[in-house]
T-cell receptor, first 115, second 114 residues
Framework: DQQVKQNSPSLSVQEGRISILNCDYT??????FLWYKKYPAEGPTFLIS?????DKNEDGRFTVFLNKSAKHLSLHIVPSQPGDSAVYFC??????????????FGKGTLLTVNP | DSGVTQTPKHLITATGQRVTLRCSPR?????VYWYQQSLDQGLQFLIQ???????AKGNILERFSAQQFPDLHSELNLSSLELGDSALYFC?????????????FGSGTRLTVV
């Protein structure tokens, strides 16, 4: 049962354009969502997150949008740069504070930004 | 360097064998999480330990076990290995009070079962 789904295995965009990565979830208990970026031979690194009480969170070139009614979130990267080429994982958790929480991940989307 | 250390980085072993993967969390982090990433799969949660005690269990096979030691390092033991166990195994750690932002991954151990 895939509770977090990233339906696009890959995405290719031109440098300077917008990259939009999508993620859908099925578990209504999820109330905190995160995006991780992973380069080859490295572990995933935290990129940006959003709480279910918000519908948008911005950090520099990265913006995450959350549509709770549709159980959908998206990551926008503007402008895209070649260094953004990586696998992007969407993750979710029914976060309730403290440090004991489990992240449920999607399968990832490979973003390639062409110069 | 994320501060989470995993050893070895690569491991090749035969079917039926047993291996141990090691994880040293960031200094001060009490929670350790193990994830498996197989081909075409996302990161699958295996198990979590907090200050030496098991706190949550995911899709971990009975052939797999883990523990967290008093110095907070953790080991994931995989036995009776099968070809399908070939995967990247990641460890992550987090600290009380840092919330979601404190969830930090190591660079993983790539296990190849031949």
């Amino acid at each position: 049962d895939q509770q977090v789904k990233q339906n696009s295995p890959s995405l290719s965009v031109q440098e300077g354009r917008i990259s939009i990565l999508n993620c859908d979830y099925t578990n209504s208990m999820f109330d905190y969502f995160l995006w991780y970026k992973k380069y080859p031979a490295e572990g995933p690194t935290f990129l940006i997150s959003i709480s279910s009480i918000k519908d948008k969170n911005e950090d520099g070139r990265f913006t995450v949008f959350l549509n709770k009614s549709a159980k959908h979130l998206s990551l926008h990267i503007v402008p895209s740069q070649p260094g953004d080429s990586a696998v992007y994982f969407c993750a979710a958790t029914p976060y309730s504070g403290g440090s004991n929480y489990k992240l449920t991940f999607g399968k990832g989307t490979l973003l390639t930004v062409n110069p | 360097d994320s501060g989470v250390t995993q050893t070895p980085k690569h491991l090749i072993t035969a079917t039926g064998q047993r291996v141990t993967l090691r994880c040293s969390p960031r200094s001060g982090d009490l929670s350790v999480y193990w994830y498996q990433q197989s081909l075409d799969q996302g990161l699958q949660f295996l198990i979590q330990y907090y200050n030496g005690e098991e706190r949550a269990k995911g899709n971990i096979l009975e052939r797999f076990s883990a523990q967290q030691f008093p110095d907070l390092h953790s080991e994931l033991n995989l036995s009776s290995l099968e070809l399908g166990d070939s995967a990247l195994y990641f460890c992550a750690s987090s600290a009380t009070g840092q919330g979601i932002y404190g969830y930090t991954f190591g660079s993983g151990t790539r296990l190849t079962v031949v």
